[in-house]
C-alpha cells in the first residue's frame, strides 16, 4: 500500500497568511495526489487534482504543486472560511489511500 | 446536481452485518466515466478507503478489511449498497458514499455521511 504522510498534523495562522501544507507518498505517484477540504460535521469537499488541477468553484487562492512523491496545498491568502481540516489522496494504485489530515487553526 | 444519500441502521451489534445504501440522484449510476465509493472515518480520525464499484459490477476494496466488504449495486434502483460483516468497535465511523472519477482519481461528489456505532 502507498502510505500519505502529512505535515504539519496542525497550523495556527491568522487572516491573510500563506499557508502551506505538505504531503509525501511512501512511493510515487506521479501527479496522481487530489486534496480536500473538511469542516467539523461536513463530508470533505474536493480542492485539487491531479495535483494542481482546480476543481470549479474552488478560489484561486489555493493551488496545488509537486510531483513523484512530494507535494504542497498552498492558500496564498487565509481567509476565515478556510479554517478547517485538509486531506491528501492518492490515486496512482489500489487500495486508495489518504493522509492524515492537517487542520488549520485560528491563530 | 448529483446527490448522494447514505441510509441504513445507525447502530449495528458486535459480531452482526452492517448494511448501507447509497441513493444516487440527479445522474445515472450507469456512467462509464465513473465509480462508486464508500469510505469511512472513525470519530475525530482519517478517511479510509473501504472500496469502489462499477455499474457493471466489478469491484476494488481494501485489502486492510481482510474480505469482511461486500459493494453491489443496482442499477434499475440508481443505488449500491455496502455490507461489513463480523463488525467490533472498531467499525465505529461515519460512513460516506461518493463518486469517484476513473480517469482523474478523485472523489468529487460526497454524501452527508452516516454515522455508525457497533455496540451491544
Known amino acids: 500500500d502507498i502510505q500519505m504522510t502529512q505535515s504539519p498534523s496542525s497550523v495556527s495562522a491568522s487572516v491573510g497568511d500563506r499557508v502551506t501544507i505538505t504531503c509525501r507518498a511512501s512511493q510515487g505517484i506521479a501527479s496522481w495526489l487530489a486534496w480536500y477540504q473538511q469542516k467539523p460535521g461536513n463530508a470533505p469537499k474536493l480542492l485539487i487534482y491531479t495535483t494542481s488541477s482546480l476543481q470549479t468553484g474552488v478560489p484561486s487562492r489555493f493551488s496545488g504543486s509537486g510531483s513523484g512523491t512530494d507535494f504542497t496545498l498552498t492558500i496564498s491568502s487565509l481567509q476565515p472560511e478556510d479554517f478547517a481540516t485538509y486531506h491528501c489522496?492518492?490515486?496512482?494504485?489500489?487500495?486508495?489511500?489518504f493522509g492524515g489530515g492537517t487542520t488549520v487553526e485560528i491563530k | 446536481q448529483l446527490q448522494l444519500q447514505e441510509s441504513g441502521p445507525g447502530l449495528v451489534k458486535p459480531s452482526e452485518t452492517l448494511s448501507l445504501t447509497c441513493t444516487v440522484s440527479?445522474?445515472?449510476?450507469?456512467?462509464?466515466?465513473?465509480?462508486w465509493a464508500w469510505i469511512r472515518q472513525p470519530p475525530g480520525k482519517d478517511l479510509e478507503w473501504i472500496g469502489n464499484i462499477y455499474y457493471s459490477g466489478s469491484t476494488n476494496d481494501n485489502p486492510s478489511l481482510k474480505s469482511r466488504v461486500t459493494i453491489f449495486v443496482d442499477t434499475s434502483k440508481n443505488q449500491f449498497s455496502l455490507k461489513l460483516s463480523s463488525v467490533t468497535a472498531a467499525d465505529t465511523a461515519i460512513y460516506y458514499c461518493?463518486?469517484?472519477?476513473?480517469?482523474?482519481?478523485?472523489?468529487?461528489?460526497w454524501g452527508q455521511g452516516t454515522l455508525v456505532t457497533v455496540s451491544s
Open positions: 440527479g445522474g445515472s449510476i450507469s456512467s462509464t466515466s465513473s465509480s
Open positions: 461518493a463518486r469517484y472519477s476513473r480517469s482523474l482519481g478523485y472523489f468529487d461528489y
Open positions: 489522496q492518492q490515486s496512482k494504485s489500489f487500495p486508495l489511500t
